[in-house]
């Protein structure tokens, strides 16, 4: 009987553990995607929480280079709409499915709805098989001595190495045999992925999605970038991370051969001393990825709620008007106006910059990290179930092994520290260019003068701060003695 393979967060054809099995089965396959956001849940099974529009933008165009690459194979693609536990029911009993083979997911809605289909499939007859293409180890293989989840990182990590040597990716299948009566489902531009006014201009120029596209951006980083990584992946100009993030969101590459890539680099450069200890560092970040969602498995509500109680009784405010300001980059902070329209033009902000401006809305704004949050979810082509949650958490100082609530990042010292020559601020803030360095990132310390030659009228040009810092440095600190007191 024929299988179907049902892709989700696993957009690619090489180290697709699913796929792979059902190309050596003998069986004839269906390759299908089902988008189901705009049909959340159906008939009492849950739905995973609707893509943001930067993510929309991105599957649009993933879902295109995945078809490419199946046709290049003799696969293709089917595209269905609507709730996945009516579309793959229904499917399986059109073709007469045998089996249902997925790579599963972990957020708690995917994760339920999967077994729920699972449950309904069962009653058919068929069977589902699920297997790991997201994650290095799943959350649940994973546990401190006494059989819980880790919520702390650095024990977390020493015990997923010491699990021992990592698979090597699958290859690609060569050839897929197809069902030959498969129905048509719908094409890509009825799925409505793409914004409506085109905003995407910036994403466009800054991304290739798709699992090429992943290869050169690995390739890229690991003849340029890795043997610095470490001293160099806090400065937010130029390219001192991989940017790998929106294709290990969306599968497009997996963590496996990004493992094994760079363990290949570390051999074939001969990589020791600072330039190794980059390597690792590297491969610690991919690490943060694996406690994510060893969280987000374990504490199913981290994405609702604080996961610790650290904050209770702290007096959030409600300001629609820092809110706005701090969405469209016009703090007056130059660093978090930096990120924010980096953020806002090519979906993306660098990992530094992200902690200031979390940091800055939670705690110089005092806005809860839920509204952040959900803008970075809008915004983020790598915005991701478990990463921006946990990240959001760690920055509030609510989340496992977090940023301590009471540190509050000084947005001047961090723009000083690591965008010293103010090549990044420069950048997305262009109406401060012509600022000398030592005013760069406060402007509102240049005499008038100085201020005058660089075109800025504060206020005008660019905003003054909407809150000054050491005042709502103090404002914070006593809102956390309020919940020491609760
Ligand atoms: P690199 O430095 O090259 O790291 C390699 C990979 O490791 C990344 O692609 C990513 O998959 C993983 N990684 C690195 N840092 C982290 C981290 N701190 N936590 C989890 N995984 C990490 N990352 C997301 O992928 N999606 C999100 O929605 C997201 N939201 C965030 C929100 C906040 C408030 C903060 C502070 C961080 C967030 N991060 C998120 C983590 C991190 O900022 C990004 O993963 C990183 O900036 C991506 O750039 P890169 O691929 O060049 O990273």
Redesign the pocket.
Known sequence: RPLIVWFRQDLRIADNPALHRASRSGSRLVCVYVHEDDDPAHDDVPAPRPLGGAARWWLHRSLLALDADLRAIGGRLLLLKGPAAREIPALARRIGAGAVLINRVYDPEGAARDRAIGERLKADGIHMAGHNALLLHEPWTIETKTGGPYQVFTPFWRAARDKGEIPPPLAAPDRLDLVEDAPEGVPLAALDLLPRIDWAGGIAASWTPGSAGARDRLAG?LNRALTG?KPD?DRPAGET?????PH??FGEIGPRTVWHAVHHAIEAQGLTGPARASADT?LT??G??E??YHLLHHFPHLPARDLKETLTGFPWREDAAALDAWQRGRTGYPIVDAGMRQLWHTG????RV??VV?SFLVKHLMIWWKP?EAW??DT?V???PA??T???Q??AGTGADAAPYFRIFNPVLQGERFDGDGAYVRRWVPELAKLPDRYLHKPWTAPASVLATAGIRPGQTYPAPIVDHDQARERALAGYAQTRKE
């Open positions: 980083f990584y992946r991370t991989s940017r790998l993030s290990l969101r590297f970040e991919l943060w990825r406690f994510s993306w902000m660098h990992n992200r902690m979390a952040g970075f979810w983020l790598d915005a991701d990463s921006n946990a990240s959001w760690w920055s």
